[in-house]
């Protein structure tokens, strides 16, 4: 586990032994996130439809926010430090842009515990969601789309 991770009390482990976990293109993780979170509020995105800049190498944020507009649904990008990040209650998920590229949907957070819930955007839905600190690397610079 990843310094800053923190297990699920529910989680009931990573692959099976000897397995390790899909590498997965960061660029394709930022469409699923998106996928995930605009599902939840009913609009059915479909990656096809997805138009990005030509010289962006993962999925920019205004594209994505663009392209959940274009398809009926609300979204912006903001940056937003951890203190802000660890408030946020009772929202729907909200995707979260790493430094790296890559994404996670935030599905919780507890600011007194200092930590924020993520799940994988390509777990199943029932797979439990892991609780991440502020030490994780990849939250290390991040944007929110909302």
Do not use: C, Y
């Not at 960061?26 to 599902?39: D, S, Y």
């Not at 030509?54 to 430090?81: C, F, H, K, Y």
């Not at 009772?90 to 790296?100: H, K, N, R, T």
């Amino acid at each position: 586990m990843q310094r800053g991770a923190v297990a699920h009390p529910d989680q009931a482990g990573g692959p099976a032994r000897g397995q390790t976990p899909p590498r997965r293109a960061p660029e394709l993780i930022r469409l699923q996130a998106v996928l995930r979170a605009a599902r939840f509020h009913g609009i059915d995105l479909d990656i096809r439809d997805f138009a990005g800049e030509p010289d962006d190498p993962a999925p920019s944020i205004p594209a994505l926010a663009r392209w959940v507009e274009e398809n009926g649904g609300t979204a912006r990008g903001m940056r937003l430090q951890w203190r802000d990040l660890v408030r946020l209650r009772d929202v729907p998920p909200v995707v979260l842009m790493f430094a790296d590229g890559s994404a996670g949907l935030m599905v919780g957070a507890d600011e007194a515990g200092g930590v924020v819930w993520l799940a994988d955007p390509f777990a199943s839905p029932e797979a439990p969601p892991v609780a991440i600190d502020a030490n994780f690397s990849h939250l290390r610079k991040f944007w929110v789309i909302l």
